[in-house]
């Protein structure tokens, strides 16, 4: 049974099939090299051929990741980049993106593009958001609570320093809210000396069983911080 492996520009040869299809050639001179083995032995041909003008037409892939980690970002957080991870047929000649900034809370894009070797170009815009970690004061974990009573919700928030700043916190404040099970929001207030939020839930009546207290803080459309505890309603 004879086998046939081929080899382009002096790479190892492979098996490969008669004809074959060479995609994304570069402009330059190439080789193809062809053995065919069998029970009489092997024989090798090779022809040599200039590409004048590129086969690759399409531009390159890329698929940006975050490092480290991934979105959402602690406002403040240090070393936050983003690679462009570019591939294509006939190689990538240069890639970049912009840098990461965290110093503010929202929705930011960072632009990344790529080239390959035969010249063709993309780019992509790539969101991230920048906000803040939320720790619970009150209600505790597995808080029960009775029906046609209310929920007391006290909470921080934190950046990538700790406790953010009262400044921060009162420039946040008017998207800065609490909710039982997603129902209508309670806005919260702002208490400077314990750098604590706070908002108070009619708990009405809800069935007896699990609900989610929410916290969400919003800066222009954006979420920038949310998190859930669960009670339980008596």
């Known amino acids: 049974i004879a086998t ?12 490969c099939s008669t004809p074959s299809t060479l ?29 004048l003008e590129s086969t690759d037409n399409l531009p390159p892939v890329l698929a940006p ?26 190689g990538i000649a240069s890639q970049s993106c912009g840098l ?6 929202g929705l930011h894009v960072v632009t990344c593009s790529a080239t390959d070797n035969a010249g063709n170009s993309a780019s992509v815009n790539v969101e991230y958001v920048v906000g803040y970690r939320v720790e619970f004061i009150r209600p ?7 029906r046609g009573t209310n929920i007391a919700v006290r909470f921080q928030l934190f950046d990538a320093n700790g406790v ?14 609490a909710n039982l099970d997603g129902n209508s929001t309670t806005p919260a207030t ?22 989610s207290v929410n916290v969400t803080v ?12 669960q009670i339980t309603i008596v």
């Open 218 to 229: 919003v800066v222009g459309t954006t979420a920038v911080a949310t998190a859930s505890r």
């Open 4 to 15: 046939t492996t081929c080899a382009l520009d002096g790479s190892a040869f492979e098996p």
């Open 140 to 146: 505790l974990v597995g808080a029960r609570v009775r």
């Open 65 to 90: 990741a975050f490092a480290p980690g991934a979105p959402p970002f602690l406002v403040g957080a240090i070393g936050v980049t983003v690679a462009p991870n570019a591939t294509d047929e006939s």
């Open 190 to 211: 702002y208490a400077r000396r314990s750098n604590r939020f706070s908002a108070v839930l009619r708990v009405g009546l809800q069935p007896s069983g699990i609900h």
């Open 23 to 51: 995609n994304a050639l570069l402009v330059g001179a190439h080789t193809f090299a062809v053995r065919v083995g069998g029970s009489g032995g092997t024989a090798q041909t090779e022809t040599s051929w200039n590409v």
């Open 164 to 177: 953010i700043a009262d400044a921060d916190a009162l420039a946040l404040l008017p998207g800065v809210s």
């Open 100 to 105: 990461v900034s965290t110093a503010a809370a």
